[in-house]
């Protein structure tokens, strides 16, 4: 599976940036998709998830009712739309595939096994 991320750049505060994630697979709707996140001497952290077919989704704390996570089964993408964004949301954002035979949005960095480049995301006070 590869990942390819596209969408960051610089934003300022409240601004809004969709990020997009083209997944080469054959079995995109049988794959779980997260966005995840690291920002300067941090740990990568979970954003968000999605299922196989949208129908559940996880997020982080922080992100709830600004993020939203959604998928195009046919496009093989997953997107994330990110509104008023803040500073601190300032990281390089990586999608990534969860290819287990479950169902399940994972939170956990080590259950996805898949992973884009990386996008940068700027957002200035």
């Known amino acids: 599976v590869q990942l390819q991320a596209f969408g960051g750049g610089l934003v300022q505060a409240g601004g809004s940036l969709r990020l997009s994630c083209k997944a080469s697979t054959r079995s995109f709707e049988e794959t779980v998709m997260g966005w995840f996140r690291q920002a300067p001497g941090k740990e990568r952290e979970f954003v968000a998830g999605i299922g196989w077919n949208g129908e559940s989704t996880k997020y982080q704390d922080s992100v709830k009712g600004r993020f939203t996570i959604s998928r195009v089964n046919r496009f093989s993408t997953v997107y994330l739309q990110m509104n008023r964004l803040k500073p601190e949301d300032t990281a390089v954002y990586y999608c990534?595939?969860?290819?287990?035979?479950?169902?399940?949005?994972?939170?956990?960095?080590?259950?996805?096994?898949?992973w884009g480049q990386g996008t940068l995301v700027t957002v200035s006070s």
């Open positions: 990534a595939a969860q290819t287990t035979p479950y169902n399940r949005v994972g939170i956990v960095t080590s259950l996805y096994n898949y």
